[in-house]
């Protein structure tokens, strides 16, 4: 594996990738689980080049955000992307992504609109357009046929789906499934922050989760109903703040008045100062 620090060098060898046949794109921020690397994994199975990127993007954090604290693993990352087979990792330093800094915002960036603002992107405001800003820089850098995504951060899907749509960007984004511990919590970087406290309280979420799968199997898809009960179940457990509990539509992340198949069931909750976020799709 390569570890690639510049832009022109990531577009010189992506460009020589590229005439030897397919390339995949794996964007993370590092500190890597089995989440991240089995999205290399998809990617691997699908084509001739694989790619992956660390950046940790400070235009997605805001203000009082973990931007500083972030977990940064690379040379543990490293062996695990060259196990999985990633032939190129770049892995850039904010001043070569970001050289024009301006009062801490490049000059150009990237606006989703209206859809940025729900969901995560109420609680944490700017925060997608950091995203689809950065998504764009990589996106051109590296011009892969496909780029991978976890469904964990189901709204960042959303986002980046609706950008692909309006700015035709060449490529198929694939979403892949989220990946859990064995006690039911979806792996993220943030879960290193937990005490052993703070990780129990955090099971609340996947079961509240759990729960309201299982009402909606039973036939109760009215979303009042099920908010209800789910805002219930969770106020009972001390330790947890609910950030949003939302019955929305995968694409457009807009409320929908019943939990109907392909129906995005999402919930972001903080458990001390770490916020996290879970999801399913009705099926
Ligand atoms: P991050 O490093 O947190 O920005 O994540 C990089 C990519 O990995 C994103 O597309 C995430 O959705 C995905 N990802 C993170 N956690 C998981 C998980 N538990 N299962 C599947 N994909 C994940």
Do not use: W
């Amino acid at each position: 594996m390569r570890i690639i620090r510049t832009i022109e060098e990531m577009q010189r060898e992506c460009r020589s990738a590229r005439r030897a046949g397919s390339l995949g794109l794996v964007p993370t921020m590092g500190a890597l689980h089995a989440g991240h690397l089995s999205l290399v994994r998809r990617a691997r199975g699908e084509n001739d080049t694989v790619v992956a990127s660390i950046f940790v993007n400070p235009l997605q954090f805001g203000a009082n955000e973990d931007l500083e604290k972030y977990p940064r693993t690379l040379e543990d990352d490293c062996e695990q992307l060259e196990r999985g087979g990633v032939e190129l990792l770049f892995a850039p330093a904010p001043e070569e992504m970001y050289p024009r800094m301006n009062a801490l915002k490049p000059q150009t960036m990237v606006d989703p609109g209206a859809i940025a603002t729900r969901l995560d992107g109420a609680s944490r405001p700017g925060h997608f357009i950091g995203v689809a800003t950065v998504v764009t820089k990589l996106f051109h850098i590296v011009q892969p046929d496909r780029a991978y995504f976890g469904q964990k951060d189901a709204a960042q899907l959303a986002v980046l789906r609706q950008m692909v749509r309006d700015l035709d960007f060449d490529l198929e984004l694939v979403a892949c499934p989220i990946v859990r511990d064995s006690d039911g919590l979806a792996l993220s970087s943030r879960n290193r922050y937990l005490s052993e406290t703070q990780r129990r309280t955090a099971l609340a979420i996947p079961k509240v989760l759990r729960s309201l799968r299982t009402r909606i199997e039973l036939g109760d898809r009215r979303s009042p109903d099920l908010l209800r009960a789910g805002e219930s179940e969770l106020g009972q457990k001390s330790g947890l703040a609910l950030d949003y509990l939302a019955i929305v539509d995968p694409d457009t992340l807009l409320p929908v008045p019943e939990a109907l198949p392909g129906a995005l069931v999402a919930i972001a909750a903080k458990v001390g100062e770490t916020r996290l976020i879970d999801n399913f799709i009705v099926e």
